[in-house]
């Protein structure tokens, strides 16, 4: 089977104006050289109010990195104040997006099967879907969190055909780690990633299983990636709080060095 390719992405969440994401951008591409982004996929998330100067500076300048959206309505237009759909998404250039952040679980009510519609609606619209899952506290400390993540994968997936799960990029994110600065032991984050890849096998087969690429996140930085990446289940990382600095989100792409 080819190799999987790396993925980081940076999740902004509500950071950042449009001059300050220019800024960043450029700081990033200045930081990274080509082969360092050509070795990892590396993708941008900011806000919405950001994109559209994101993909300025972006495709502009022909820079090797992409952009994604933080999160995607199910609908496809109407009327539905405040939402932006994927088709806008599309339009702007927007390659991943997230869906069902542990953020929007938790604050915005997000439930399986509203976020198995957003990654629907991300496929909908040629964009690859970065489906978010993750253990809060007490199921981590009643042990049955690698359940609960594999239950919440199949969720997100359900009703894709094959090749849309092979592309999909699944991230596991324990809740207690997310922003708090404890990260997971390498091998707890192993131990999640593998059963993820394992129940997706058993559902669509080796190939399938072999090919989706599952991401990391939970307090993700220079200091702890090299651990993390050395994990056979893990193929790349979602990181938040450390994605705002461009020397440390650069630093986390040059895992290898
Ligand atoms: C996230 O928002 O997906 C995340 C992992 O945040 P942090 O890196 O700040 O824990």
């Not at 997936?157 to 699944?170: A, M």
């Not at 999640?192 to 190939?207: D, F, L, M, P, S």
């Not at 930085?221 to 651990?227: G, M």
Request: glycine share 8%.
């Amino acid at each position: 089977p080819t190799p999987r390719l790396p993925i980081v992405a940076g999740n902004w969440k509500m950071n950042l104006n449009h001059f300050e994401a220019i800024l960043l951008v450029q700081k990033l591409a200045a930081s990274l050289n080509e082969k360092q982004l050509t070795d990892v996929e590396v993708v941008v998330v900011p806000p919405f109010t950001d994109l559209r100067s994101v993909q300025t500076a972006i495709e502009g300048d022909k820079l090797l990195l992409k952009f994604g959206a933080q999160d995607i309505s199910r609908h496809k237009s109407g009327a539905y104040t405040g939402e932006i759909s994927g088709a806008m998404l599309a339009k702007l250039g927007v390659s991943y997006v997230l869906a069902g952040h542990s953020e929007r679980r938790e604050y915005h009510d997000e439930d399986d099967a509203l976020v198995n519609a957003k990654v629907k609606a991300a496929f909908a619209n040629d964009i690859t879907p970065i489906l978010c899952v993750g253990e809060g506290l007490v199921t981590r400390e009643e042990g049955t969190h690698v359940a609960h993540c594999t239950h919440q994968t199949l969720l997100g997936l359900e009703g894709l055909t094959p090749e849309q799960v092979k592309q999909t990029v699944v991230a596991y994110e324990p809740v207690w780690a997310i922003g708090t600065g404890k990260t997971a032991t390498p091998d707890d984050a192993q131990e999640v990633c593998k059963a993820i890849r394992v129940a997706i096998t058993e559902k669509y087969g080796a190939e399938v299983g072999e090919t989706v690429r599952i991401q990391y996140g939970g307090s993700v930085k220079a200091a702890n990636i090299a651990a993390i990446m050395a994990q056979p289940d893990i193929d790349g990382v979602l990181v938040g709080g450390a994605s705002l600095e461009a020397e440390e989100f650069a630093s986390i792409v040059r895992f290898k060095e």
